[in-house]
């Protein structure tokens, strides 16, 4: 059975009726990025096919099912990694006190099979610590899938301050790299990632922009530490935040991976990008955060059909404090009944609106890039403020689109419940950054629901 198919004209015709009076103009407007967006795209409209697929894996599966596993102590932490991997997890990131040395980090990775489990870790600006003590406890684990994630500059730019220069801080985590890749063949070393950005209010071609300039400097510093092209490229991981908006996300990560396509080229070695998606933790709520259930499976799904090579998902209650196990298990769940969903290479191709969104972000956030490097690269740009003040002007516009109600955080902005169901967490730990050594105006996370809670909270 055919569908006829309808001219521009007529689609237009039938628009205009349905706006009762206003003009087709008025369904027009300007994202953060002062892209335009249209009502409308066709094949008619000029639309350039993209087409970014992720590569292929060995073992069939479309993407890691990567789970987060936060805490001080060894034994609470295996338990957790063996459940969410028990669960469908196939990598795990670990954060927290049990990074501190070997002999806890060996207890909490007991009866991982590191061959088959990707592991990688999150410790900011104590990257290269954790990542040597990750090499002790790997010992004997040659093909080990290590992925240190050492990422000082997203750590400096989020606490504004670290304990050395940020120039040491990139040089030690170079060195490290460069101590390890004989041992560990399959290891990845740096993780660029522009999440920071997203997280305290930035645009999406910011958060482009600083991933890519992340990635430059990762790179120049591994060659400075003896690495060659080749393994200082395919050492970087990339990484941004996916949130409810999956258009976006799905754009976003199709962007990256254009974007990695010259940047390796331009690095002395072009290969594939290995991006890694995280879900937002900017767009949770806390005093009711059953709703954020389905702003997660928004994020997974940017992910899945945005090519993400691994997907991380927060537990729903991760902005009132640390998931406990059936959080996490709903963040695994969600990631398993996505993986259902189809085998096509890259599923967004072929989508005038999703191509069009494509290309302009890339080209929007390169040109981010460009001012970025042209500023004296990251480092330079952070000590001066001229990203912070950038990412400042977005956050803006965002906070008065969610307080003007053009986009809402269900159950704290929103269709509120006044008796939340109960639900359990534990208290996240303290950490107190280290300072004294360099300092730049903090990019500070934000919560877009945290105004409306904290006003509910006050009556």
């Not at 080749?230 to 990256?256: N, P, T, W, Y």
Request: aromatic share 6%; net charge negative.
């Amino acid at each position: 059975m055919s569908f006829p198919t309808p001219s521009p004209a007529e689609w237009k015709a039938l628009a205009e009726a349905a706006l009762d009076g206003k003009s087709l103009e008025s369904l027009i407007h300007l994202d953060a990025d002062n892209l335009i967006v249209r009502p409308l795209y066709a094949g008619a409209t000029g639309v350039e096919t993209v087409f970014a697929p992720r590569p292929e894996r060995p073992d069939g599966q479309r993407w890691d099912l990567r789970t987060l596993v936060e805490g001080d102590a060894a034994g609470t932490v295996n338990g957790a990694v063996l459940d969410d991997l028990a669960g469908g997890a196939t990598s795990v990131v670990l954060a927290g006190g049990v990074l501190a040395d070997s002999d806890p980090l060996r207890a909490a990775l007991q009866d991982v099979a590191l061959d088959r489990t990707g592991i990688g870790l999150d410790a900011g600006l104590d990257g290269p610590d954790a990542a040597n003590a990750l090499a002790v406890a790997a010992k004997g684990w040659p093909a080990a899938r290590l992925m240190f994630h050492m990422d000082p500059i997203s750590a400096f730019a989020e606490a504004g301050a670290a304990p050395r220069s940020i120039g040491e801080h990139l040089t030690l985590a170079a060195n490290t790299a460069a101590r390890h890749a004989g041992a560990y063949p399959e290891a990845t070393f740096f993780l660029a990632s522009g999440r920071v950005v997203h997280e305290a209010g930035g645009s999406n071609a910011q958060e482009l922009a600083f991933a890519a300039a992340n990635a430059v400097a990762l790179i120049r510093a591994a060659l400075d530490a003896g690495l060659t092209a080749e393994a200082a490229v395919k050492g970087v991981v990339l990484s941004v935040a996916v949130d409810q908006a999956h258009f976006d996300g799905i754009a976003k990560l199709r962007a990256l991976r254009l974007m990695w396509r010259t940047l390796s080229r331009a690095c002395g070695h072009e290969t594939p990008a290995r991006i890694e998606a995280r879900s937002s933790r900017r767009m949770l709520a806390a005093r009711d955060p059953w709703p954020n259930l389905p702003r997660l499976t928004a994020a997974a799904f940017a992910g899945a059909v945005g090519g993400a090579d691994a997907i991380l998902l927060d537990g729903f209650t991760r902005a009132a404090g640390l998931p406990d196990a059936f959080a996490r298990r709903q963040a695994v769940e969600t990631q398993r009944t996505l993986l259902q969903a189809g085998q096509a290479a890259d599923p967004a191709s072929g989508s005038w609106y999703l191509d069009h969104r494509t290309r302009e972000l890339a080209e929007a956030a390169w040109a981010e890039f460009q001012i970025i490097e042209a500023e004296g690269g990251l480092v330079e740009a952070l000590h001066g403020d001229l990203i912070q003040s950038r990412v400042t002007r977005a956050r803006a516009l965002l906070e008065r689109a969610v307080r003007l109600g053009a986009q809402s955080v269900i159950g704290a902005t929103d269709l509120v419940d006044p008796s939340p169901l109960p639900f359990v967490v534990q208290p996240p730990p303290e950490r107190v950054p280290a300072e004294g050594g360099d300092a730049c105006a903090p990019l500070t996370p934000i919560r877009l629901a945290a105004p409306s809670e904290s006003r509910r909270a006050a009556r």
